[in-house]
Structures are given as C-alpha cells and as structure tokens.
Nanobody, 120 residues
Framework: QVQLVDSGGGLVQPGGSLRLSCAAS????????VNWYRQAPGKQRELVAI????????NYPDSVKGRFTISRDNAKNTAYLQMKNLKPEDTALYYC?????????????RGQGTQVTVSS
C-alpha cells in the first residue's frame, strides 16, 4: 500500500537549519511530483515546495523562497526539504503529499507529518 513517512523535524533556534525527509513506498515514486505542505495551529495549510518527477523543476512561495530547497533521490524513493535561516513563523507541522491516479480518480496521499518548532 501507499506509504509516506516524514521525518527530520525538531526544535531549532531562529536562523538555524533542518532537513526533512519523506520516504515513499507502494507506488512508482519517480513518476510523480512531490509536494511539501505545512500547517500551523489555527491556520490553513500552505504549500511550501513542489518538485517535478525528474527534479527538473521546483517551485516555492515567496514566504520560503531562497531559504527552502526541495530535492529528491528517486533511487531511494525519498524527497527532502532543506530549510535554512528558519524563522519563528516557520513553526508548523510539515508533511509531504503526492497525488496518485487510483480507480479512475486522483487521490491525495500524505505523510504523518513532522513537527518543526523555531524558537529561542
């Protein structure tokens, strides 16, 4: 079955860095884009990065552009989110998402999430 396992979160001081991982199984990882979302308490979820299947293209919102870098290793079925110069407003639950075409419809699959807390 489809499984996404997020890891790498933690407590970090402002200005610090973290690298999140999303380990995938149960589908052809190399054929689908990967998205990283975050959601803070009381707020809507926010797309923070997307990467194409071959890593040819990536995209970020202005809120994280220049600080976050998404990458993937299709040989390891894993996607990464490198975050640097973290700010308190980056505090949120981060999780990866893929869309898969299953039973004639697109379905969203997500990891369990990993908590990132930026605080001094």
């Amino acid at each position: 079955q489809v499984q996404l396992v997020d890891s790498g979160g933690g407590l970090v001081q402002p200005g610090g860095s973290l690298r999140l991982s999303c380990a995938a199984s149960g589908f052809t990882f190399s054929s689908v884009p990967v998205n990283w979302y975050r959601q803070a308490p009381g707020k809507q979820r926010e797309l923070v990065a997307i990467i194409s299947p071959t890593a040819y293209s990536t995209n970020y919102p202005d809120s994280v552009k220049g600080r976050f870098t998404i990458s993937r290793d299709n040989a390891k079925n894993t996607a990464y989110l490198q975050m640097k110069n973290l700010k308190p407003e980056d505090t949120a639950l981060y999780y990866c998402v893929v869309l898969l075409y299953v039973d004639s419809e697109y379905r969203e699959y997500r990891g369990q999430g990993t908590q990132v807390t930026v605080s001094s």
